[in-house]
């Protein structure tokens, strides 16, 4: 299991990694916008002030269950509803053929 994590964690583009940075960044702001240290923050997420530092500088060690414990504790869980919406899936639209998707599902949720 930590081999593979860690493999996972290696072949993150340049890219993906910028914008876990920029996350982090935006999850410090929200932090300081509500005035919380480190500690109060860790508090109401129920993990440590190491794990939110991490959080901060957007280390992809982290889980994603810490992050949205923090997004969580800020009230703001509801913002993992625009993750991976059908209508931000650029492989459906053109160019799907070509990736291998023949098919174009749809979920309720997404309508």
């Not at 530092?53 to 280390?59: A, L, V």
């Not at 009230?75 to 174009?104: N, Q, R, W």
């Amino acid at each position: 299991m930590q081999r593979s994590r860690t493999l996972a964690i290696d072949n993150l583009t340049d890219v993906t990694r910028v914008k876990m940075n920029h996350l982090g960044g935006r999850l410090r702001a929200a932090r300081q916008r509500r005035g919380w240290s480190y500690e109060r923050c860790a508090e109401f997420a129920k993990v440590s002030t190491t794990t939110i530092k991490g959080i901060e500088r957007g280390d992809p060690a982290i889980g994603f269950g810490f992050y949205v414990a923090v997004l969580q504790a800020f009230g703001m869980v509801t913002e993992l509803d625009g993750l991976c919406l059908i209508c931000k899936d650029h492989f459906l639209g053109p160019g799907a053929a070509e990736s291998g998707i023949t098919k174009k599902v749809t979920f309720d949720d997404d309508l």
